[in-house]
Every structure is written in structure tokens, then in C-alpha cells.
């Protein structure tokens, strides 16, 4: 199999087939050996019943799979990537706002470049929040752990690299951060963005916020360098406090009058603990959820 196309799916059935098509028409040009793998996210319109009809008409092309609950796009993305058996792997979204002709473009900068994984940058037509969010993960991760600071759900992934990232064992999967821990051979490429063909985007700034924590618990240790680190200056400030009051008190034999700045001192450092009481239990609960042996996933229904 030369090519795998991996499409999560959640509620997007006016644009299933349109996306099918484009895909089909697209790799044609450089191959016949292809498949197309739907995974839908328990989708609460019409979305199987066209992934229904999509295998009934293309048995050998269409390989559909359904979620028993909604486990959100990047699991969906992993349960397909471990059912493909292509050389590379095209992970593209169900919305059209990415066009399936530009995967024509990611396979171009591949074949050109020693590289085992290319993005199609775009994404002008997301919302305020969701450009936002990412921007400035992106960018935290960037400066904060030194990673690569870039990344889309539109890629093109070599087999050899894929093969290892779904080897791994995790309960909150996000895609790119498995892939950054495997490879730095990453090439970007600027493809069109369009406005979604119908719908809304599932991801509100609440779900934003949500994932940018989880990401930075899961796959981070800043959160960690935040309590070492600010717990160290507040101590070194606190002590220098400490020393400012005792001076004016014996040397200078000028009384402290602290009622407020107490009160402050405490709730201030209090929340500071409570912060970090929080952070070290969100560390714990991922670590029971690995000994459980929770699953990212749980299949209802597949058709291969």
C-alpha cells in the first residue's frame, strides 16, 4: 500500500463525500495504491450512514471505523493511523477546509527532502481563539522546552516514523507532541486554508484551555519548573522581606506595624500552594490512569 489517508470525523456529513472525491482524484496522479480510513468521533448527525454508503460504493478504498463516545480529534487520528498500511500517511481534517489538493504539495517537499514528517501550514480561516490558543502553545513550547513550535493536523508521515509513534501506550494522545519526541527531519509548506463548508468548529476557548493543559501535564515538565523555580524566588524574596523587617526593627529600632502585609503574605502564599498542590495532583491522576490501563479509545463498529 503506498498511501493511507487518516480522517477523523465528528458531524461533518454535507462534506464527506465532496472529501472522498477530491482525495481520490488527487492521489491518483501519483498512485492507485491507496486507502481511505474514516474514524468517526461518535457524531451526532447523519456522518456514519454517509460512511456507510461511502464503503458500500468504494469496498476496497473505504475503511470506516465508529467511537462508542466521543474521545476528541487526536484520538480518533491515532486509532486510524494504527489501522493504515500505507508507506505514508496523510492526516487531513473532515471540514474542507483544508484542500485535499495540496497533499499533492506535502508529498512534493518529501520526496525532495530527507524528511520523515511535512505539515501544510494554513489555518487563517479558524476561529480568534483557537488562532490564538495555538499561537501561543506553539510558542511556549517553543521557548519553555525547547521544541519544535510548529505543527498541523494536515501531514504527510513516513511509515518508519509512524510505526514507532504507534507503539506507544497513552491515554491523552496528542499527535504532535508523539511525533516531535521521534524526529526533528520536520519540513513545513504553505497550502490554502478555505471557510468550513458548513457547521461550527468543535473547539470553544473553554476546550482550547483544557487541551493546552492537559498537553502541558502530559507532555511537559514546565509545570514542574514553575513550582521548583517560582518556589525558589518567592522563598528568596520572602527571605530578603524577612531581613528588611528585622533591620528596622533592632537596628534602627523602628516598629513594624504588619497586620495587612500579613494577612496579604499568607492568602498570596497560601494560593501559591494550593496552585502546586493542584498541579502535583493533576501528575498523580495521569499516573493512575496509566497503572489502570485506561484506553484511548473504544471501538463500536469497524468495516475494513
Not at 493511507?4 to 458531524?11: A, E, H, K
Not at 476561529?127 to 521544541?147: E, N, V
Not at 511537559?220 to 523555580?229: A, D, G, Q, R, T
Not at 501559591?272 to 499516573?287: P, S
Request: charged share 20%; with cysteine; glycine share 6%.
Amino acid at each position: 500500500m503506498k498511501y493511507s489517508v487518516v480522517i477523523p470525523v465528528y458531524n461533518s456529513q454535507d462534506s464527506l463525500e465532496e472529501l472522498y472525491t477530491r482525495i481520490i482524484e488527487t492521489l491518483k496522479k501519483v498512485s492507485d495504491n491507496l486507502e481511505v480510513i474514516f474514524v468517526d468521533d461518535f457524531s451526532s448527525d447523519h456522518s456514519w450512514n454517509i460512511l456507510l454508503k461511502l464503503k458500500n460504493t468504494y469496498p476496497k478504498n473505504v475503511k470506516i471505523i465508529r467511537f462508542a463516545k466521543n474521545y476528541g480529534q487526536h484520538n480518533a487520528v491515532l486509532c486510524g493511523l494504527k489501522y493504515s498500511k500505507g508507506d505514508r500517511i496523510i492526516t487531513i481534517d473532515d471540514d474542507l477546509q483544508q484542500a485535499p489538493e495540496d497533499i499533492l504539495l506535502l508529498i512534493n517537499k518529501m520526496d525532495n527532502n530527507n524528511t520523515d514528517l511535512v505539515y501544510g501550514i494554513g489555518g487563517k480561516h479558524h476561529s480568534l481563539a483557537r488562532r490564538i490558543g495555538s499561537k501561543l502553545y506553539k510558542q511556549g513550547s517553543k521557548h519553555i522546552d525547547g521544541k519544535y513550535g510548529e505543527g498541523s493536523s494536515f501531514r504527510l508521515i513516513e511509515r518508519s516514523l509512524l510505526d514507532k509513534v504507534i507503539s506507544k501506550k497513552q491515554h491523552f494522545v496528542f499527535i504532535e507532541e508523539l511525533l516531535f519526541w521521534h524526529t526533528e527531519y520536520i519540513e513545513l509548506v504553505k497550502v490554502s486554508h478555505h471557510p468550513r463548508k458548513s457547521g461550527k468548529s468543535g473547539y470553544s476557548p473553554l476546550k482550547i484551555f483544557k487541551i493546552v493543559v492537559n498537553v502541558s501535564i502530559n507532555y511537559s515538565n514546565w509545570p514542574l519548573k514553575f513550582m521548583i523555580y517560582g518556589g525558589a524566588i518567592l522563598s528568596l524574596i520572602s527571605f530578603l522581606f524577612g531581613l528588611y523587617f528585622i533591620f528596622k526593627k533592632v537596628i534602627l529600632g523602628v516598629s513594624v506595624p504588619g497586620f495587612t502585609a500579613l494577612i496579604v503574605a499568607i492568602f498570596f502564599s497560601t494560593s501559591i500552594l494550593l496552585l502546586c498542590f493542584g498541579i502535583v495532583g493533576k501528575y498523580l491522576q495521569n499516573i493512575y490512569i496509566v497503572l489502570n490501563d485506561k484506553p484511548a479509545y473504544s471501538i463500536k463498529e469497524a468495516l475494513l
